[in-house]
């Protein structure tokens, strides 16, 4: 049985053109992430700011209140329909 010339299987190479070894050993291509001694870089150039405080989550039945009269109860008649996350007064 003769194999079709677009069945043809390509060795991988390298970029310069070199062929890899038989075993498959990889350690001769380049590396791909960088060294881990710059590992946090821009975590620890930022300045540390301290977090504000924020007013208390509702949960529980307090919650579903508070959804309702803000879907239902104080809409505005006769203005444009904004979305729930809309900034425009």
């Known amino acids: 049985w003769l194999k079709p010339v677009w069945l043809k299987v ?5 970029e310069s053109g070199a062929r890899l070894p038989a075993s498959g050993n990889t350690s001769a291509m380049g590396k791909v992430h960088g060294s881990l001694a710059r590992a ?21 039945r307090a919650k579903k209140r508070f959804t309702f009269n803000r879907r ?11 979305g729930p996350n809309s900034n425009m007064k």
């Open 10 to 14: 390509c060795e991988p190479t390298l």
């Open 40 to 60: 946090g870089k821009v975590k620890n150039q930022t300045p540390k700011v301290a977090k504000a405080e924020k007013k208390k989550v509702l949960t529980g």
């Open 72 to 82: 239902f109860v104080s809409i505005v008649k006769g203005g444009p329909k904004r």
